[in-house]
């Protein structure tokens, strides 16, 4: 229980110190906008209507759930440093993974912001339909998404706390994920040779669930995958955090100096 | 010649100075990984759209990503400066603004060409597009001019950047509307009126369309005048953007505003 | 100040507490990188209830001595341990019991309110939830920020920081402080409330190790002082055991207006004298003459200064500062 107050707790105080942010919060929000505004101008010119187009509306606006943790979860250690915070995180009795949890848990759910925020762009400014067929679904599985986003965030985010230059890798693998996730482009469009790394993204699996949800399918399995590979990135980013942060203290850079 | 020294010795460490941190850790993600993937991304969805033309988004997303660093260095240059506490030096000294700035300008040119010439070669590799040979060195004029105007406005941004203090913030949404507006992944015929007037103030719109033109076989001296617009749209931005560091400089000097520490 | 009257109170009560186990003992700890070392060797013990300074000049280690101590940094050779558990191996334990407080600007959320930041804390720190609120009310109190804990942190004063950085500190009740160089930055004010809040801690049972350059304040607030140059411990005693290691006798400080050329090489070569040294004050120079202990060398300076202007003319004991230079300056 205590766990879960920690969390939460902190989840919400990150949350207030993102959406004070114009790095963090306005851009989190405009960013996927303008992606989402060329890609429905795309849509449109190609004449795609009715369930194509509700498809590719939630796939774009899915997008910004990952590009606000993408971006952020990688600088998000190195915002910590420079604050001077990081090695208070290091000093608390807790699991240094756990305190990663609620840093992307908050950027995930500005992300979550802008997922609703793009749809409604696209409602106003394109005229596209937001019919989803299973609303309660559909949520369900941006929270799940949301969540397993959060949990890929970790692992970019923890590769920062020994390499100070590791945010430009999480930084490049933004537009990698929108693709090889099916955000977009079906799976079946893309070479063989990617389809097994599409599976192991949780992204892909939330994604489907949602596109499932809007067009009135069964997401339940899709969501049973979602939920197994965040849980691994989860185990796998706790593992490794211990690694990481003792190779942190061995080469002191939790610090600035 | 103290103009000329400033122009390159200023310019080039400062770009030093601040892409010294830059280890390929960085600079391979960012300069050719992140466009080679953009273009791909643009490419797919074009064919799941129903407007399936890899090369006019080869094309398209290759160069604007020139902009990334002319929009970024730009920015990052003054932003650098204050957070390094040397802006009130670089604005106060005597050396002549125009020859320092251009100065500044010239690495960031080049590294957006750099950037852009790299995608598209890539790009159309992986993608198997074909560009004859002959139309390279036409090409390379196109994304050259596009690089010129794109610092120009980023040499803008970095003015705008000295009172708001987001610099990045700034430089990712004048990317947002270019990738938007430029014509990169719609063409500017099929965009509707009022934006194809934005279009045709913003860098990178003329350029390239050229570059499509010129990729299609056209000749250079046919799409001329579309770089010279470029070009001049890239003159017009510095010039602005110079004007307003001065008009900025004065007020800071009126009122303290210009943040130093 | 140390009274004559408290030296030897606190000197018996010194050798009772050296008789309980350590608080803290580190022993050969050692930290460096690329074969240039930081800190070498550290040997200390602390015991409960003890203020323990180590006073350095910047660059000295301290502050990467502490932080092997609280476990932010691991030591290449040597061990601590702190309340019974190895720093290295049993962090998580150390952790839990110790608390951590450096000056400056940093370490704080900006965009959070103090109260927001307190809470924040408090939760990582393990303070029980129904404990909490009033925990941190009691800081706030304590501190007194009261009535300013709503506002940003960002518009705190270096001040308000470092009193906030406290509370902190003390959310979870850590029965060791660590405070790296706490009043840097801080008004004269706030510096003595700062040190009668430690004097209260330590009277209410916390032992508090603290690193300082500041000489005054080592020795007002210190049971013990470490005085570490270039990564060594140089000396370790009371204040008062410190003075009495300095081996200069009075010391003669002349303000010179002009100080002549060779001047102070003349001064130097005289028999008497063991060191001279020079420090520029405004217009004018301030040569400190240490003699050899049971002379006066008064009148073989003001010889040679015949002819120079000068203004005052001060002879003293041998301070701390005169210790704590001559035992870094001879490292």
């Not at chain 1, 890609?39 to 004449?47: H, K, P, S, T, Y």
């Not at chain 3, 050779?77 to 049993?90: F, M, N, T, Y």
């Not at chain 3, 009740?173 to 510096?191: H, K, N, Q, T």
């Amino acid at each position: 229980m205590r766990v879960l107050r920690l969390v939460g707790v902190a989840w919400w105080l990150q949350l207030k110190i993102r959406s004070r942010s114009a790095f963090d919060g306005l851009l989190s929000l405009l960013y996927p906008a303008f992606f989402a505004t060329t890609i429905f101008m795309m849509f449109r010119q190609g004449d795609a209507a009715g369930p194509a187009l509700l498809s590719a509306a939630v796939g774009s606006s899915a997008m910004g759930i990952w590009s606000a943790v993408s971006t952020t979860a990688a600088f998000a250690l190195q915002t910590e440093r420079r604050q001077g915070t990081l090695e208070l995180l290091v000093l608390a009795p807790q699991p240094f993974a756990l305190l990663l949890v609620p840093l992307t848990l908050s950027m995930a759910t500005i992300g979550a912001y802008s997922m609703a925020a793009t749809l409604l762009w696209g409602r106003l400014a394109f005229g596209i339909e937001i019919a989803i067929a299973d609303p309660l679904i559909f949520v369900l599985s941006v929270v799940v998404t949301v969540f397993a986003i959060a949990m890929l965030g970790m692992l970019i985010a923890i590769s920062s706390i020994r390499y100070r230059a590791a945010w430009a890798l999480g930084s490049a693998i933004e537009m990698p994920v929108w693709l090889i996730c099916g955000f977009l482009v079906a799976l079946s469009d893309l070479p063989a040779w990617v389809r097994p790394l599409s599976s192991v993204l949780a992204p892909t699996w939330g994604v489907a669930a949602m596109r499932a949800a809007a067009t009135g399918q069964s997401p339940w399995a899709d969501l049973g995958w979602c939920l197994l590979t965040a849980a691994g990135y989860g185990l796998i980013a706790t593992l490794v955090s211990r690694w990481m942060v003792h190779s942190a203290r061995s080469h002191a850079t939790l610090a600035l100096s | 010649m103290t103009n000329l020294r400033i122009f390159f010795v200023g310019g080039l460490t400062s770009y030093r100075a601040l892409f010294g941190w830059l280890s390929p850790w960085i600079l391979i993600p960012t300069f050719l990984f992140t466009p080679l993937f953009q273009i791909l991304l643009f490419v797919y969805i074009g064919r799941t759209a129903g407007v399936s033309d890899d090369r006019f988004f080869l094309i398209g997303n290759a160069v604007v990503n020139a902009a990334v660093p002319c929009l970024f260095a730009m920015g990052n240059t003054i932003g650098g400066e204050r957070n390094a506490g040397t802006l009130p030096l670089l604005i106060a000294s005597p050396a002549s603004r125009v020859p320092l700035f251009l100065g500044r300008a010239l690495p960031v040119i080049l590294n957006g060409f750099l950037v852009a010439v790299f995608a598209l070669v890539t790009g159309s590799l992986l993608l198997r597009v074909d560009i004859p040979p002959a139309t390279w060195g036409g090409i390379a004029v196109a994304i050259a001019a596009c690089s010129v105007s794109c610092t120009g406005l980023g040499l803008l941004g970095a003015a705008i950047a000295l009172r708001v203090r987001e610099t990045a913030v700034l430089s990712n949404i004048v990317l947002g509307i270019l990738i938007v507006f430029a014509g990169v992944n719609v063409p500017i015929g099929a965009m509707p009126g009022w934006m194809q007037g934005v279009a045709e103030w913003l860098p990178m719109t003329h350029g390239i369309e050229a570059t499509h033109d010129l990729a299609a076989g056209h000749r250079l001296g046919e799409v001329g005048g579309a770089l010279l617009t470029e070009l001049a749209l890239g003159a017009f931005y510095a010039l602005l953007g110079l004007g307003l560091l001065r008009w900025l400089e004065w007020e800071s000097r009126a009122k303290a505003t210009l943040d130093t520490a | 100040m140390s009274n004559p009257s408290s030296v030897n109170g606190s000197a018996a009560l010194i050798a009772e507490r050296q008789a309980a186990a350590p608080i803290l003992a580190a022993s050969q700890i050692s930290t460096g990188y690329h074969g240039h070392a930081i800190v070498e060797d550290f040997d200390l013990d602390v015991h409960a209830g003890e203020i323990v300074a180590l006073l350095g000049p910047n660059g000295a280690g301290k502050t990467t001595t502490i932080k092997m101590l609280i476990t932010l940094l691991l030591p290449t050779a040597g061990r601590a341990r702190v309340l019974g558990h190895d720093v290295v191996k049993e962090s998580r334990d150390v952790r839990r019991k110790v608390g951590y407080v450096f000056g400056g600007d940093r370490g704080l959320y900006e965009r959070l309110s103090g109260l927001d930041n307190l809470r924040y804390f408090a939760e990582l720190y393990g303070v029980p939830p129904r404990e909490s609120k009033q925990r941190v009310a009691e800081l706030l109190e304590l501190v007194g920020l009261t009535g300013r804990e709503k506002e940003r942190v960002e518009g705190y004063s270096r001040g308000m920081r470092q009193r906030l950085h406290i509370a902190r500190g003390l959310l979870h009740r850590p029965e060791v402080l660590f405070l790296d160089e706490p009043s840097i930055g801080i008004d004269p004010v706030g510096a003595r409330e700062l040190r009668a809040t430690v004097k209260n801690l330590v009277e209410t049972g916390t032992t508090v190790l603290l690193t300082t350059h500041y000489m005054f304040e080592a020795d007002e607030l210190c049971d013990r002082i470490a005085v570490i140059a270039q990564g060594r411990i140089v000396a370790l005693d009371t204040p008062h055991d410190l003075k009495q290691q300095v081996t200069t006798g009075t010391v003669l400080e002349i303000e010179v207006f002009g100080l002549a050329d060779g001047l102070v090489d003349k001064v130097r070569a005289e028999p008497d004298v063991q060191s001279v040294m020079v420090d520029v004050r405004g217009q004018a120079e301030v040569l400190a003459v240490h003699a050899r202990p049971g002379t006066d060398v008064t009148q073989t300076v003001m010889r040679h200064l015949d002819g120079s202007r000068f203004g005052r003319v001060i002879t003293r004991e041998p301070t701390l500062e005169d210790a704590y230079i001559e035992l870094v300056n001879a490292a």
